[in-house]
């Protein structure tokens, strides 16, 4: 069975590899619970459709050059293991980490992106309720945060940090760019050229 001591002893582990940071995941998804990642797996979807790979074991990366990696990491429940997270996010070579938690107490992203700093934290309030605790941030503790359940947001706002060191995210941020504006150009010929009922009509026919 694994402990939390385990987890940190891991991370820390990898940490005084000083791995090159080519072999290492380049963004590190936290979440204070399983129950968070129906609404977190956004990120995930984001990532994978920019061409990103998740990394599951530290000394294997996978072939893809950029990747990523997940941890259900509490803030209440295992605040040792959030700190060590956060602690040993640049040594493990995480160059941003997207952090989401729920409930009224939503902790995880505020502590992590304070104990991380200078490394960038973009928050995700699981939850409406979760968002004044996301985005609560004293002057002088900056936390980035995207709207409650938005992870799939993050996900690109990790890429643009991400971008401006590497080309080839870039362009893949612009291709995807390119394609959103290409569907908004084809749905707006076809109800102007259709018509709205029979626009609809063609909708309905193909759920
Ligand atoms: C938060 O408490 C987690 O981020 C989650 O959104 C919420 C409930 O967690 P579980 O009780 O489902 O584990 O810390």
């Not at 129950?35 to 979807?45: K, N, R, V, Y």
């Not at 950029?66 to 605040?79: I, K, L, N």
Request: hydrophobic residues 40%; negative net charge.
């Amino acid at each position: 069975m694994t402990t939390v001591q385990d987890l940190i002893d891991r991370l820390d582990a990898e940490a005084a590899q000083h791995a090159d940071p080519e072999t290492t995941p380049d963004i590190g998804i936290i979440m204070g619970s399983d129950s968070d990642l129906p609404t977190m797996e956004g990120a995930f979807d984001a990532l994978t459709e920019l061409g990103f790979a998740e990394q599951t074991d530290f000394e294997t990366p996978p072939d893809q050059r950029f990747t990523f990696e997940s941890y259900v990491v509490s803030a209440h429940r295992t605040p040792e293991l959030m700190e060590a997270y956060a602690r040993t996010a640049a040594d493990r070579g995480v160059d941003v980490i997207i952090a989401g938690a729920g409930g009224k107490s939503a902790d995880l992203p505020n502590m992590t992106a304070s104990l991380a700093f200078p490394v960038p934290v973009i928050g995700v309030p699981v939850q409406e309720k979760s968002v004044d605790s996301v985005i609560g941030m004293p002057t002088g503790a900056p936390l980035v945060a995207v709207d409650a359940g938005k992870s799939f947001n993050a996900g690109l706002s990790a890429a643009q940090v991400l971008a401006r060191e590497h080309e080839a995210i870039e362009e893949r941020l612009v291709g995807y760019h390119e394609d959103l504006k290409g569907d908004v150009a084809e749905v707006s010929a076809a109800l102007h050229d259709e018509g709205i009922e029979a626009f609809q009509r063609r909708q309905r026919s193909e759920e």
